[in-house]
């Protein structure tokens, strides 16, 4: 069965400090896609990035950057000099990306990111 | 710009009553879902769609039940409500699923009390 665990479910940081929310997932597919969604005090959730299983090259945008390891089955998220902007809750979701699935996304608990000035 | 819009955004009920949460998207997606948030859970998929007339049961399907009659439109009911359905109501929507599914867009969110 699919499984995303997210082991922290709250950080505190203060302005300017980096910070690496993990995600850890277990599925049996070999293919499969990986994503991270934030949540902001509104409450409206926002698309950050999606990961083919294929695809473990790390990707950086801008203060954002994700490591892939399938090795390791992790899909961690690392933000650089955070900023109060990013104070949310961030899900960590798997889908199984196999012909004939539905390819529903299955959340993992979230992590609570509080950052202080 | 509208994307995926849920009707109402607010609503409190009383144990055994009934309502409706409409959800309208303008994307043209042929795939939808029901999600709800509780403290410390994430999201849970409740029931889903994969095209117009068609639904499925997600995660926690119990006490909810819905209808896909329009490609835009995914409505889901609780019939008697329960003080256990108080929750934030998500609904998203995706072109792609299965091979290739794609980013999820979401509606705001509708906040359910059962009193």
């Known amino acids: 069965a699919q499984k995303v665990t997210q082991a922290q479910t709250e950080i505190s940081v203060v302005e300017k400090e980096d910070v690496t929310l993990d995600c850890v997932y277990e599925?049996?597919?070999?293919?499969?896609?990986l994503f991270w969604y934030k949540q902001p005090p509104s409450g409206e959730l926002v698309f950050l990035i999606r990961?083919?299983?294929?695809?473990?090259q790390n990707e950086i945008s801008g203060r954002y950057s994700w490591n892939f390891q399938k090795s390791t089955s992790s899909f961690n998220f690392t933000i650089t000099a955070s900023q109060v902007v990013d104070s949310a809750v961030y899900f960590c979701a798997l889908s199984e990306a196999i012909k004939g699935s539905q390819g529903n996304l299955i959340f993992g608990k979230g992590t609570k990111l509080s950052v202080k000035p | 710009n509208a994307g995926v819009t849920q009707t109402p955004k607010f609503r409190v009920l009383k144990t055994g009553q009934s309502m409706t949460l409409l959800c309208a998207q303008d994307m043209n997606h042929e795939y939808m879902y029901w999600y709800r948030q509780d403290p410390g859970m994430g999201l849970r998929l409740i029931h889903y769609?994969?095209?117009?007339?068609?639904?499925a049961k997600g995660e926690v399907p119990d006490g909810y039940n819905v209808s896909r009659l329009k490609k835009q439109n995914f409505l889901l009911g609780l019939e008697s409500a329960a003080p256990s359905q108080t929750s934030v109501y998500f609904c998203?929507?995706?072109?792609?699923?299965?091979?290739?599914?794609?980013?999820?867009?979401f509606g705001e969110g509708s906040r359910l009390t059962v009193l």
């Open positions: 599925t049996r597919d070999t293919t499969y896609y």
């Open positions: 990961r083919n299983s294929f695809d473990e």
């Open positions: 998203a929507s995706t072109q792609g699923g299965g091979w290739n599914t794609g980013e999820l867009f």
């Open positions: 769609s994969v095209g117009e007339g068609t639904t």
